[in-house]
């Protein structure tokens, strides 16, 4: 028997073929699983969801609709005038035949006679060339042409003729048709015009709802979504929205932003699906996102330019969506299994967050409509000077805002220094003054001893280092004693606190946009501990004499009221300031200056340096090291730091950080930015917490006390400080004009105009205090005191451009003068830069769209017969201007609450234009005010006196506007009206007696 031949391959070819066909199984049972899923994507069920949903609401819509007709009684009736209108219409039925068969037959005619009309013109355009061509070649035949075209022309006419009268004949007939039509017609158009909305839903009902289509329209309708079908048209399918000029940095490439939102977000423009789920419901604020008409078109802006996240996904996880809270995080993950993209550098803002995406393109803006959360953190930013540590671009030119602590000697003592600079909220509960010592990294004993040894060294270096201040300056005037009782209702009443409050207690209020103008100097409590009465006075008589890049403006005191306000502040002291000072430890003192020497120098070196020191010369150096350190310098002068930088991280593009970036440490909080922001704001050195570090290493940004809100606000605004921004193209208005207007807007908030004024919706944060002020001082109950309030105010400023003479404007703000001399609140004098002055004038100018710097110069030029009419006009038998303002020296009656300004004023400081407004409609220039409308807006030249220049009110106010522009500081004689008037329904001077008394 042969032997038996080994294999020749290593498988058997009889169950190869098995194989085979269970791979071929297996592969397309996966290729169908990978098509079933791609083709069941999670969009297309939302898509099929909000597309019931859109027919039910169009069902819903059409019944609302249809439901307002019935009712509609004027509909009701137009339907049985229509109804009668076409029985008329059917009765008339064999007129109208008859007038139809005679249009056809008119018409039959009519292309008959245009048929022979064009073939003549065609035989004349031959025969007329034949005829030219004999003329040149002298042909024989030339006459019989020539009476063969005059022939033609003779028919042509003749044809024309005939087609006139077809034409005729046919709009005859067609006329009598549509006066038979004519009612039907026009109530038909009515009709159209009530139902055009119900038409419109009912052609959008046809088009969506399966009930209201045909059956082929139905099948149509399901095989257009089958696979490979559906890649012709489908119903459902990504809505993508490219954007221009919004780039996209991904892989630090930049690509044309794409964004599929809408593709599960499909009522996001549309006001229908307001109340409707998500992902359906409408967009907030349609007036500003979203809407074709707003200033962020959904085709232009999209969404994921301020909400950010992955504008290239289409299910909920690849969108990077980011919960508000770790309770929505709960709910997400057991709805949708949702994790977040560790790797997606700009997840999606949470809810919370949102305004955030505001601050991209308005960046340069001071206040941004309609972002509040983003505001108020930008304002506590600028209260809490965070821009001196850390460089942000919005704020690099903003000045320090820290007292000036060059001539601290002078003003206050080594023991006051020392308890504030340990814990100034020992000394003021709501100073804005951060604590650096008794935080989280730094309260154990070891640390509270090294803290009292760095207090120590701090206060030495800034007391050895203090510049004398001024003999002259603080003997110039010596104080007065001073009454504490007038000093007190002098700042209640002087305006001193539209920027500073004298509270003790702590208000459990929290702080808002208007609350932060109150605190925008510090709180005027303890300064008998703090200070002198000598240095508190001098401070008061002239701020700028101590500190002349401050921010305290000069009141333009009396000597007398300087004494009073001062003694008033000197009286309240702190007890805490009287708590005994542990004394200087060389030994901690002398670990501190080694630290500082071992960064630079040996051991050795480091050991010989600080043998060879004394005591003070240990504390001076460390005291300056220790300044360096903490970055004290940012919010103050110090000598020996003037060119210091800000020793924190830029936060201009904090918001771009990669997370991995961010030391969380062992703290168990959310691995997010946003919760990072927040825990470094609520407690910022609790990352060291089980850390092992040396004491310079150790975190030392300050603890500012932030509530939970606060942070939240600040927070949002970190997360848009971002590198990622749209295109020159799609930034907020960037001409000259808005440039001028946020320049001017910046001025007047580092000053706190606001404070005082309404300036651009915002501000008299003062009101309050003026209220109490009446109540307390003028002995008004609080209702009477809350009506008068505005009166007793500092101006409202809405307007100002169109309203005053940039000149006298720029002279104002050099050296302020009376206009309401009745008011205590006194405007202040600042030590305005010249850009300052130049950006607030032009900011009321460019805000008001007025001409600047340049205007018209107006001469006003009385003839007689006007400016006695303008005398009788500004008497008290007409409008009694001068019942309520002041004119000149002569002071009107009544009490002040009803005073209106000086008409001496007038010519130097309104423009004549809007002289002429005022008087027209003051209403419509400041809505509140008391000056009464004489002119009826409805009823403009039937309000005015009839018996002046013939009724004419646009004159009557053209020669008041001149009237007023001559009067001085010694007003002309007014001339008495005549006692007999001719009109007196259009004069009513009792009606306008009792309206200036209100004015």
Known sequence: MPAQLPPESHYDPKNLGKIFALVAVVLLLSIIGIFVKDYSRQWKDYQRQFHALEVEKTRIKLDEQENDLAKNNEYQKLLKDLEEAQNKLHEQDSKMNLINGQIKAVDTVKRIHTKEAQFAKAQYGALKYRYEKALHESQMDASQLKNRLDDLVLKIEKLRLLLEADDADMKAKENMMAALQKNFKELDKKRSAFTKKTEVIKRKLKKTDLAQMSAANQAADMVRDLPFIELANPNYKIHQIVLKDIPEDINFMKTQRVDRCTTCHLGIDNPDFQNAPQPFTTHPHLELFMDKNSPHPLEEFGCTTCHMGRGRGTDFISAAHTPRDAEQKKEWENKYSWYELHHWDQPMLAGPLTEAGCFKCHENQTVIKGAEKLNLGLNLIERADCYNCHTITKYQDWPKSGPNLEFIASK?????????????????????????????????????????????????????????????????????????????????????????????????????????????????????????????????KDPSQYHPGGRMPNMRLSDKETADIAAYLIQDKSSLVNKPIPPVDNKVLNAIVMDFLKKSSTLNESQDQVKSMNQEDKLVFAGKRLIREYGCYGCHQIPGFENEKPIGTELSEEGSKDLERLDFGFINIEHSKQAWFKQKLMNPRIFDKQKVKQPLDKLKMPNFNFTSDEADAITTALMGFV?????????????????????????????????????DGEGEAIQSTVTDWLVAYQARDLNDAQAVTKSFSPPNLVGEGQKVQAQWLFEFLHGPTPIRPWLHVRMPTYSFHASQINSIIKYFNYLDDQEFPFTDIYHPNLAKEDLEAAEKLFSKDYFGCASCHIVGHQMPGGSADSWAPDFALAAKRLKPEWIVKWITNPQDLLVGTKMPTYYDPNNFNASAPSNILGGDAKRQIQILRDYLLTISEHPPQVKPAPVKVEDKTNQAPEDHTQTNQSK
Request: aromatic share 10%; with cysteine.
């Open 723 to 759: 590198k990622d921004r749209p295109g020159h193209a799609k930034m907020a208005d960037q001409s000259m004009k808005t440039a001028f207007i946020n320049e001017g807007a910046k001025t007047i908030r580092q000053l706190n105009c606001q404070g005082c004024h309404m300036i």
């Open 412 to 540: 206050s003592t080594r023991e006051w220094a020392y308890h504030w600079i340990d814990d100034p909220k020992s000394i003021r509960f709501n100073t804005w003054m951060p604590s650096f010592f008794h935080q989280s990294n730094n309260n154990d004993a070891e640390s509270t001893k090294r803290g009292q040894q760095e207090v120590h060294a701090i206060v030495e270096y800034l007391f050895a280092n203090s510049k004398p201040f001024r003999v002259d300056a603080i003997q110039s005037t010596s104080p007065k004693l001073g009454d504490e009782k007038i000093g007190k209702e002098l700042v209640a009443s002087l305006g001193c606190l539209a920027c500073h409050q004298v509270e003790n207690q702590k208000t459990k209020t929290p702080r808002t946009r208007d609350s932060l103008h109150r605190e925008f100097g510090p709180n005027l409590i303890g300064l008998g501990s703090k200070t002198t009465k000598e240095w508190l006075y001098q401070w008061l």
